[in-house]
Nanobody, 123 residues
Framework: VQLQASGGGLVQPGGSLRLSCAASGFTFNIYTMAWFRQAPGKMREFVSV????????NYADSVKGRFTISRDNAENTAYLQMDSLKPEDTAIYYC?????????????????WGRGTQVTVSS
């Protein structure tokens, strides 16, 4: 099983980035996919999730209206479009996969994790 996150980088406040999470080794289209992030000195926190069954999505209040999660089952890839980025969005972003349907935001529900990609928002 592998989750490979990419697309991070350095961006100015107000800018955009698109993260990708390429999955392999499991049946992607029956796994709920999510993004979490962890800033230095802080706990890992939920960002967004996409339910594999209903395609329902959910977002943390801090990113609602700015971030958009999506998935391409044909490509076994999940995405996180991040717009209007703020310095407080700076963190390592991780993608994760869960066999549960719904929109779980607790890390305990997720079986597989990628290594993460660094996002830095700074002028």
């Amino acid at each position: 099983v592998q989750l490979q996150a990419s697309g991070g980088g350095l961006v100015q406040p107000g800018g955009s980035l698109r993260l990708s999470c390429a999955a392999s080794g499991f049946t992607f289209n029956i796994y709920t996919m999510a993004w979490f992030r962890q800033a230095p000195g802080k706990m890992r926190e939920f960002v967004s999730v996409s339910d594999y069954r209903s395609r329902k999505t959910n977002y943390a209040d801090s990113v609602k209206g700015r971030f958009t999660i999506s998935r391409d089952n044909a490509e076994n890839t999940a995405y996180l479009q991040m717009d209007s980025l703020k310095p407080e969005d700076t963190a390592i972003y991780y993608c994760a996969a869960s066999p549960y349907h719904g929109t779980p935001s607790d890390t305990d529900y997720y079986d597989y994790w990628g290594r993460g990609t660094q996002v830095t928002v700074s002028s």
